[in-house]
């Protein structure tokens, strides 16, 4: 054998059907989010370590788990994420062979599935990077204030496309809410937000949305004033292609679920090599 036949020989077996199992009983959360559900900050941490992507020079992405590094958690746009990689702790300690950049990834599928979306295929295989040099820039998330031209630079930089970008925020924002000490935005996009459904594109075509008086950033509610909408969520109604696909989803939740699935899958192994 050579050494990298030989390590695969006598690394120890992980079993992942019990680290999803302990992943699921931590979910709930005594406290948390005024619904007691650490599902969408699990998602978000997942999408947040993928998101940095870039497929011109192989740079970001889930695998190294470099928000473990101050560089990348001080990053304005992770604000809030340091909890979420704390609630993972007792999972890794008890499993500490799984490396944090997939217990990570499968944290968020499992958030995913246990708040009632489609189930992900896992592969296993992400490194931990050992240091901070691995962070990618800063600055590579998206801006919640910007319109559809900056969220397609965002994307195709990753190496997604349309159908993608629209099935990722839908999933992603039919879960979970704005903190004003994270992101200065708040509040919920659905009155469900700890079960994953295609809500996210009923409520955006359904409600009207007006921009909310108050003295945070710009965003939009509807007339309960219980929901809220980023300016880039409403970029999904407004720009043309988006909105095409975003009607579709709204009608159709088994494409959706089914779309949004690969495109989570993809998301989460953006740079990531199988040895
Ligand atoms: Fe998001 N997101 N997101 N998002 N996101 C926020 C919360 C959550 C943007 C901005 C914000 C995706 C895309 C975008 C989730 C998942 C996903 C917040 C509020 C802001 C701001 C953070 C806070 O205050 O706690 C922008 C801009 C975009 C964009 O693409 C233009 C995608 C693709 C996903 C995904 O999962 C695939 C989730 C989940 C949350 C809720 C977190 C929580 O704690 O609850």
Redesign the pocket.
């Known amino acids: 054998y050579n050494k990298e036949q030989f390590t695969q020989l006598v690394k120890p077996k992980l079993d992942y059907q019990a680290v999803r199992g302990d992943i699921a009983n931590i979910l709930e959360q005594q406290g948390w989010?005024g619904y007691n559900h650490i599902g969408?900050?699990l998602?978000?941490l997942?999408?947040h370590a993928s998101?940095t992507y870039n497929k011109a020079d192989k740079t970001g992405g889930s695998d190294g788990a470099t928000m473990r590094f101050s560089k990348e958690q001080n990053d304005p746009a992770n604000?809030?994420l340091q909890h979420a990689q704390k609630f993972l702790e007792p999972v890794k300690a008890k499993h500490p062979g799984i490396s944090y950049a997939d217990l990570w990834v499968l944290a968020s599928y499992v958030a995913i599935e246990e708040m009632g979306g489609p189930k992900i295929d896992f592969t296993p295989g992400r490194k931990d990077a050992p240091s901070e040099a691995s962070c990618p820039p800063n600055g590579r998330l998206?801006?919640?204030s910007k319109g559809s031209s900056h969220?397609r630079e965002?994307?195709y930089r990753m190496g997604l496309n349309d159908r993608e970008?629209v099935a990722?925020?839908g999933?992603?924002?039919g879960?979970?809410?704005?903190?004003?000490d994270?992101?200065?935005?708040d509040g919920p996009w659905t009155n469900a937000?700890t079960t994953f459904t295609n809500l996210y594109f009923k409520e955006l075509f359904d409600k009207t949305w007006t921009q909310k008086k108050w003295n945070g950033p710009l965003q939009y509610e509807d007339n309960t004033k219980k929901l809220m909408m980023?300016p880039?969520d409403l970029e999904i109604r407004n720009d043309p292609e988006f909105k095409k696909i975003a009607l579709e989803y709204k009608e159709n939740k088994d494409a959706f679920f089914k779309d949004f699935a690969s495109a989570?899958k993809k998301?989460t192994e953006l740079g990531f090599k199988q040895f």
């Open positions: 989010d969408p900050v998602v978000r997942g999408w998101g604000a809030g998206p801006d919640a969220i965002v994307f970008i990722l925020i999933g992603g924002h879960i979970g809410k704005c903190h004003t994270r992101s200065g935005y937000p980023l880039a989570f998301l």
